[in-house]
Each structure stands twice: as C-alpha cells, then as structure tokens.
C-alpha cells in the first residue's frame, strides 16, 4: 500500500539549498556532509532545516514535558533526568516497563534500579504463605 520508494538522486527529487549552495538532490547533499541521506529526509520531515539536517546547526529545542519526580528530598524534572543523577541509564527501559505495565511508582522503579530502598518498596505479586 505504500509508495514506491525513490532511489537516493533519482530523477525528479528536488534540489536542496544548504548554507547558500544549491545541491542536485538529497543524496549529493548527503554525501558532501557524510550524513545518510534517509537521515537527513527524515529530519526535513520532522521540520528541521536542512542546515540543521546535516548538522551545521545545533538541532531543533523540543519542549520538555517529562513527568517530575522527587527521590530522597531531590526534586528531578523528569524521570529521565532522575534516572541519569542515578547513574543507572542501562535500567532506562526496565524502569518505564516496571511504571507503565506493572504500576509502579516511578520513585519505587528508580530505587530498585539503583539498588537502594528494596526494603521500603512496597511488595508487587501474590502474598507468601509462610512456609510450615
């Protein structure tokens, strides 16, 4: 159902304007700059300039909207930013899974992760019969 996709300076593809010269194509562009040309698309998509696409300006400011948390009386404006102070980015994908699917605070999710508090954490799962 999709278009037919267009070989990278095929006919047709518009020419480009970056930093005052003008490029045949996407893909002279791309090869002058040593940016892949399907990255370079998909930033003009995302609204970028081309200058920025190919990296002679900073990229664009995207609004932050991360959700703010407080661990251990230190306000973070986001949980990502939290996670980072923590030194604990390799946990990133397992924290949002432990907040998104199984409920969890995000405090509590950082904390696991971090190795801290395990014993503050409220119990998840079925409760353990003593054994006897």
């Known amino acids: 159902m999709g278009g037919a996709k267009r070989p990278a300076g095929s006919p047709g593809e518009a ?3 970056i930093a005052g010269r003008v490029f045949e194509n996407i893909a002279v562009a ?8 399907r990255r370079i698309r998909r930033r003009l998509r995302n609204s970028w300039t081309a200058e920025q696409a190919v990296g002679l300006h900073p990229k664009p400011e995207t ?11 230190v306000r973070y ?7 980072r102070a923590f030194g604990i980015e390799g946990a990133r994908n397992k924290i949002y899974q ?3 699917t199984l ?9 696991d992760a971090a190795g801290l508090h395990k014993a503050d954490r409220p119990r998840r799962g079925p409760k353990r019969r003593p054994a006897g």
């Open 15 to 17: 020419q480009v304007t």
């Open 30 to 37: 791309a090869a002058v700059y040593g940016v892949p040309v």
């Open 63 to 73: 609004p932050q909207g991360g959700t703010p948390v407080e661990i251990q009386g």
């Open 77 to 83: 404006p986001s949980i990502t930013s939290a996670v």
């Open 98 to 100: 432990r907040i998104n």
């Open 103 to 111: 409920g969890w605070k995000p405090v509590e999710a950082i904390l």
